[in-house]
């Protein structure tokens, strides 16, 4: 399965985006979906997952700010990000299962 993210872009602090994780195949399978982000000139970190149950788990950096869902009869994985900060800035992967890892999308956030 491959995964395309997109969605990223320019936003202004206090903005929202949405990002979208399209899948070339099902995923009503997959145990585990999730969000990563890398920062630039950081190692990449997890953002949010969700798990086959439709359970989820936020980073505490974006806990109450981010809300990660998964629409599984589109094959598609959501990332939606409110009251943006600076430090959001970063390049957003998707990853299903263990290892499968789609492109980043660059998320830039200006203050």
């Known amino acids: 399965v491959q995964l395309q993210a997109f969605g990223g872009g320019l936003v202004q602090a206090g903005g929202s985006r949405r990002l979208s994780c399209a899948a070339s195949g099902s995923i009503s399978s997959v145990y585990i979906m999730a969000w990563y982000r890398q920062p630039p000139g950081k190692q990449r970190e997890l953002v949010a997952s969700?798990?086959?149950?439709?359970?989820?788990a936020i980073a505490d950096s974006v806990k109450g700010r981010f809300t990660i869902s998964r629409d599984n009869a589109k094959n598609t994985v959501y990332l939606q990000m409110n009251s943006l900060k600076p430090e959001d800035t970063g390049l957003y992967y998707c990853?299903?299962?263990?290892?499968?890892w789609g492109q980043g999308t660059l998320v830039t956030v200006s203050s």
């Open positions: 969700t798990r086959i149950d439709g359970s989820a």
């Open positions: 990853k299903s299962g263990l290892s499968n």
